[in-house]
């Protein structure tokens, strides 16, 4: 079978069939970022588990997992710029300014292992001042995008620990407009994991059992997301951002070189068929590494994809990717590469 693939996916080079269509929909990408305060498996998501809301479209794995959070001090370190989104490729997003007056805690339920609802950064009220992280530079990575903002928080005090969550403008703290909330949470009790979405912006009708809400249809290039307890202990365990992709998402560099070569050819090649991420052959974050990754790695030999260079520029000319298709069939063996002689 991975034979029969690996022919099939050398003719459509060859043919031009699997190169990505000028009328193909804008791709989307995913950041994702888990906050913890403790080093334990049960506290990450780590590079084997997917975590997301599949409704939104946001289960994924490589999360970016924080620990202790994002605090004022941390901001503008290496690990807070240029934020990877899910399949290694690197993003222009950035923190740029943060707030945790209420610290780190953590919630000991087993029920909450491995997801951004296990920790949280904190509200508890009486700081005078909410917490919040500031993103900048979305615009240069998404055309459009949502936020997902995972809400939890302590569940024993009588009558549940409730919450707001919306987005506001950095630069003055005012909120911003259309579908930024703020949208109103009570911390479930008891745990038990289920995903429930909040849409919930006026807290006298009661505030509903939740443990997410969706932030739709931004364009902003500078925001601030913030939460403030209107009772008990709340925080914000993490949250994800998708959107559609301005910059690239095809990436065939699987080692991680900053050259597409034959050692990414060869990752792929050990890889074919099955699933697999980004570092093990899968250029277009589609979770399989198949025939369509083998022609994106064609489309990219010889150039760093990384620095933004565009697909269309790079596809080799004729004799070169005769060259590099003759080298495929070298490298696995499966098929026989003669060049035409001429006269």
Same mark, same amino acid.
């Given at each position: 079978?991975?034979? +029969?693939?690996?022919?099939?996916?050398?003719?459509?080079?060859?043919?031009?069939?699997?190169?990505?269509?000028?009328?193909?929909?804008?791709?989307?990408?995913?950041?994702?970022? @888990?906050?913890?305060?403790?080093?334990? +498996?049960? /506290?990450?998501?780590?590079g084997e588990e997917t975590y997301g809301v599949a409704s939104e479209g946001s289960v994924v794995g490589g999360w970016i997992n924080l620990k202790g959070g994002i605090s004022p001090v941390s901001v503008g370190g290496p690990?807070?710029?240029?934020?990877?989104?899910? $399949?290694?490729?690197?993003?222009?997003?950035? !923190?740029?300014?943060? $707030? @945790?007056?209420?610290?780190?805690?953590?919630?000991?339920?087993?029920?909450? /292992?491995?997801?951004?609802?296990?920790?949280?950064?904190?509200?508890?009220?009486?700081?005078?001042?909410?917490?919040?992280?500031?993103?900048?530079?979305?615009?240069?990575?998404?055309?459009?995008?949502?936020?997902?903002?995972?809400?939890?928080?302590?569940?024993?005090?009588?009558?549940?620990?409730?919450?707001?969550?919306?987005?506001? @403008? *950095?630069?003055?703290?005012?909120?911003?407009?259309?579908?930024?909330?703020?949208?109103?949470?009570?911390?479930? /009790?008891?745990?038990?994991?289920?995903?429930?979405?909040?849409?919930?912006?006026?807290?006298?009708?009661?505030?509903? +059992?939740?443990?997410?809400?969706?932030?739709?249809?931004?364009?902003?290039?500078?925001?601030?997301?913030?939460?403030?307890?209107?009772?008990?202990?709340?925080?914000?365990?993490?949250?994800?951002?998708?959107?559609?992709?301005?910059?690239?998402?095809?990436?065939?560099d699987f080692d991680g070189s900053s050259l597409v070569d034959g050692v990414d050819l060869l990752i792929w090649q050990r890889n074919a068929g099955g699933a697999g991420a980004q570092s093990d052959g899968d250029a277009n974050?589609?979770?399989? !590494?198949?025939?369509?990754?083998?022609?994106?790695?064609?489309?990219?030999?010889?150039? $760093?994809?990384?620095?933004?260079?565009?697909?269309?520029?790079?596809?080799?000319? *004729?004799?070169?990717?005769?060259?590099?298709?003759?080298?495929?069939?070298?490298?696995?063996? +499966?098929?026989?590469? =003669?060049?035409? =002689?001429?006269?």
């Amino acid at each position: 079978m991975q034979q +029969l693939l690996l022919r099939s996916a050398i003719v459509a080079v060859l043919c031009g069939g699997i190169l990505r269509s000028p009328s193909a929909p804008a791709a989307t990408g995913v950041i994702s970022v @888990n906050f913890h305060e403790f080093d334990g +498996l049960v /506290n990450l998501i780590d590079g084997e588990e997917t975590y997301g809301v599949a409704s939104e479209g946001s289960v994924v794995g490589g999360w970016i997992n924080l620990k202790g959070g994002i605090s004022p001090v941390s901001v503008g370190g290496p690990a807070f710029t240029d934020w990877p989104l899910s $399949n290694g490729t690197l993003s222009t997003v950035d !923190v740029t300014g943060a $707030n @945790n007056p209420g610290g780190q805690a953590t919630f000991f339920n087993a029920a909450l /292992n491995d997801s951004p609802m296990r920790a949280a950064q904190m509200d508890w009220g009486g700081s005078g001042t909410s917490p919040f992280v500031d993103l900048g530079g979305l615009s240069e990575t998404f055309s459009s995008y949502k936020i997902i903002a995972y809400l939890t928080g302590y569940n024993g005090f009588a009558g549940g620990n409730r919450g707001s969550v919306r987005l506001v @403008n *950095p630069a003055d703290g005012s909120q911003l407009p259309g579908d930024s909330g703020p949208f109103y949470w009570q911390v479930a /009790n008891p745990y038990d994991g289920t995903l429930i979405e909040t849409t919930d912006t006026d807290p006298n009708d009661g505030v509903p +059992l939740a443990t997410y809400a969706v932030f739709d249809n931004r364009t902003e290039d500078a925001i601030s997301l913030e939460w403030s307890t209107i009772g008990g202990g709340i925080g914000l365990g993490g949250f994800q951002i998708i959107g559609e992709l301005l910059l690239s998402p095809e990436n065939a560099d699987f080692d991680g070189s900053s050259l597409v070569d034959g050692v990414d050819l060869l990752i792929w090649q050990r890889n074919a068929g099955g699933a697999g991420a980004q570092s093990d052959g899968d250029a277009n974050s589609d979770g399989n !590494v198949d025939g369509t990754d083998l022609g994106i790695w064609h489309a990219q030999y010889g150039t $760093n994809p990384s620095a933004g260079a565009s697909v269309a520029a790079v596809v080799p000319e *004729p004799a070169s990717g005769a060259l590099m298709l003759a080298a495929v069939a070298g490298l696995t063996g +499966l098929i026989r590469f =003669r060049p035409r =002689r001429v006269a």
